[in-house]
């Protein structure tokens, strides 16, 4: 796996309402990798436009704090 860069997530934005993390791509696409990803430990995020990766930097603590304010709740549905 080749890795583009290393990007520091307080370098990236967040986005409350769909819980991802974003950072530009020098396709001008943009970086992604969700906050469930990153709490199960992944730390690659991918361009959906390009094959470029970047490894995003960060304390799994700093997550927790975000985790817990963030709606991570299963959503139930019926059938």
């Keep these: ?39 199960d430990g992944s730390d690659v995020a991918v361009c959906p436009s390009c094959s470029l990766m970047i490894q995003v930097i960060f304390e799994p603590e700093d997550l927790e704090s975000l985790a817990t304010e963030s709606v991570l709740q299963p959503v139930a549905v019926s059938a």
Excluded: A
């Design 1 to 39: 796996m080749s890795i583009y860069d290393q990007v520091e997530i307080e370098d990236m934005l967040f986005d409350t309402d769909l819980q991802i993390y974003t950072y530009p791509c020098p396709c001008g696409d943009k970086f992604q990798i969700s906050l469930l990803d990153l709490l």
